[in-house]
């Protein structure tokens, strides 16, 4: 599991809110830092995917955690 300098949980939020909670999360993070997002709702993981192409950050990895929960680590640009 990669290291991440900050964790952001929007589980049980539904689009658009985790996009926007994170593009909030990583605003105030420094660039190369690292955020890991859980998140609960099925459409993040297209949402997440184009989030990163679209804002040029990095996603390192997009994977299913415990139960429901989708985790997403994101590497500020």
């Known amino acids: 599991m990669e290291y991440s300098d900050t964790e ?3 589980r049980g939020l539904k689009c658009p809110l985790p996009i926007l ?3 909030k999360a990583l605003a105030g993070m420094a ?3 690292v955020l890991k997002v859980l ?3 099925p459409s993040a ?3 997440f995917d184009a989030f990163a192409r679209q804002t040029g950050h990095e996603m ?3 994977s ?3 139960g429901e929960d989708l985790v997403f680590l994101l590497r500020r640009k």
Request: aromatic share 0%; no cysteine.
């Open 8 to 10: 952001l949980d929007v």
């Open 21 to 23: 909670r994170t593009k």
């Open 31 to 33: 660039s190369g830092q």
């Open 39 to 41: 998140a609960t709702d």
């Open 45 to 47: 993981v297209k949402d």
């Open 60 to 62: 390192i990895s997009s």
């Open 64 to 66: 299913t955690g415990e």
